[in-house]
């Protein structure tokens, strides 16, 4: 599996009507994610300042920005493998690095407790320490996924989220975001396909600025819970 990733990333908010009809779409013309053939869950911490400096800096839309987190697929155990991964983005364009270890190698390696002799490590360590960075939101939703060589799309749905137990190994329960919320994501080196371009212009779908770790930080700042 590919630790780097370096690709052009736009979202779409869809209602559910064309969540379900892009959906068959995409069956017709895309393969399953090659590790996921159905429905499956991604879950994630998300690391930030006590004052959650990074999230507030992203949701300013600066030409860049970067994000930390620690990712599982499915609910694992503390040996299970995990990624923790850094995610910057630069006028629109995302990479994505990440490694993979055990989850309780992850929680000590977040606290300082041990080293990863690689540059990855090297670079997550600098970044955590650098911002000091703690975790800070539980998020998870679950995803269908299709590939085509260069060319991925994603559905998701289900955005939930909890400020407590902030443990991957705790289950993927949380507070719903919003139940029609369904977002695409397709994410290419190139330039999309002609039928998917033809896709977005039946459907009048335009990309859009959309975070899930974004939506869920404002909602709870207005609920006042951080």
């Known amino acids: 599996m590919n630790d780097v990733f370096d690709r052009v990333e736009k979202k779409y908010i869809l209602n559910k009507n064309q969540f379900e009809t892009i959906k068959k779409i995409l069956k017709k013309h895309m393969n399953t994610d090659p590790y996921h053939d159905d429905e499956y869950t991604i879950s994630s911490i ?23 987190r620690l990712r599982s697929y499915g609910v694992p155990s503390l040996d299970t493998k995990v990624f923790l991964e850094i995610k910057k983005k630069y006028n629109g364009h995302g990479n994505k690095r990440r490694i993979g270890l055990k989850l309780k190698d992850a929680y000590e390696f977040i606290e300082g407790k041990i080293e990863i002799d690689s540059q990855k490590g090297k670079e997550l360590k600098y970044t955590i320490n650098h911002y000091n960075l703690k975790p800070k939101i539980y998020i ?15 559905l998701d749905r289900n955005v939930r989220s909890r400020i407590e137990d902030i443990k991957l190994e705790d289950g993927d329960a949380g507070k719903l975001l919003d139940k029609d919320t ?7 080196i190139n330039a999309y396909p002609t039928w998917f371009i033809e896709l977005l212009n039946e459907y009048k ?22």
């Open 205 to 226: 779908l335009y990309p859009c600025s959309f975070s899930k770790y974004g939506s869920i930080y404002k909602k709870l700042k207005k609920e006042g819970k951080i």
């Open 182 to 188: 369904f977002i695409m994501e397709a994410k290419a």
């Open 140 to 154: 998870a939703y679950d995803r269908l996924a299709f590939q085509d060589n260069e060319f991925r799309v994603t």
């Open 46 to 68: 998300y690391l930030d300042t006590d004052n959650f400096d990074l999230i507030r800096t992203s949701l300013e839309k600066p030409i860049y920005k970067e994000k930390v």
